[in-house]
């Protein structure tokens, strides 16, 4: 799973976000991570939630919380846990 989109400075801030990709062709990712269906069923990215300028993907785990990832220049940051359980009969983010 790969945030694509325009990349900004370089630092990743300004990033302009296109959307999440999976293996699309002819689109560069300039921020990366592996999440799976059975790990994180539910994903959603969104321009920036933690103020850095940098876009950010919202997510749910297989055991029900709800996670932040934190965008990076380069990587995805690893998951801030925002809330714990209950998240499992959500169908969608955002």
Do not use: K
Request: charged content about 10%; proline content about 5%; overall charge negative.
């Amino acid at each position: 799973m790969a945030l694509a989109g325009s990349p900004g400075d370089g630092a990743g801030a300004g990033v302009v976000l296109a959307g999440l990709r999976v293996g699309v062709s002819g689109v560069t990712p300039y921020a990366s991570g592996t999440f799976t269906y059975t790990a994180q069923p539910l994903l959603y990215g969104t321009p920036d939630a933690t103020g850095d300028g940098i876009p950010d993907i919202w997510a749910t785990n297989s055991a029900g919380d709800l996670q932040l990832y934190a965008g990076r220049a380069t990587s995805v940051g690893m998951a801030t846990q925002l809330r714990t359980g209950g998240w499992t009969t959500v169908r969608q983010l955002g």
